[in-house]
């Protein structure tokens, strides 16, 4: 199975509305690894991890959003996969 990562960098009104918890929780659901954080620019970054397909379909996720997010853009960088990461979790800075 090939394992994937990817930098996800998401604009519009993505801070102060639970995007992060809601990519964290998506990500442990789809079973991937990584971390979600706002940035000062009021993007949300996400860098998920894991089989191809989930982390297809976390980007799928994302690019919705929560119901109270307004995802404008995505940009997706691909990534080499990382090794030490056992969860998915949200970073404060």
């Known amino acids: 199975m090939a394992v994937v990562r990817r930098c996800f960098l998401i604009m519009g009104t993505v801070q102060g ?3 992060r918890y809601f990519a964290a929780g998506a990500g442990l659901k789809l ?3 990584g971390w ?3 940035l000062p620019d009021g993007a ?3 860098q998920a ?3 191809v397909e989930a982390v297809d379909r ?3 996720l994302l690019r919705k959003g929560p119901r109270t997010a307004d995802v404008r853009r995505v940009t997706v960088i691909e990534s080499p996969p990382r090794e ?3 969860s998915f ?3 404060h800075h």
């Open 49 to 51: 991890q894991g089989p």
């Open 58 to 60: 976390m980007e799928q």
């Open 89 to 91: 979790v949200v970073r």
């Open 17 to 19: 509305v639970g995007f």
């Open 44 to 46: 949300v970054e996400v």
């Open 36 to 38: 979600v954080r706002n």
């Open 31 to 33: 079973g991937l690894t």
């Open 84 to 86: 030490g990461e056992s």
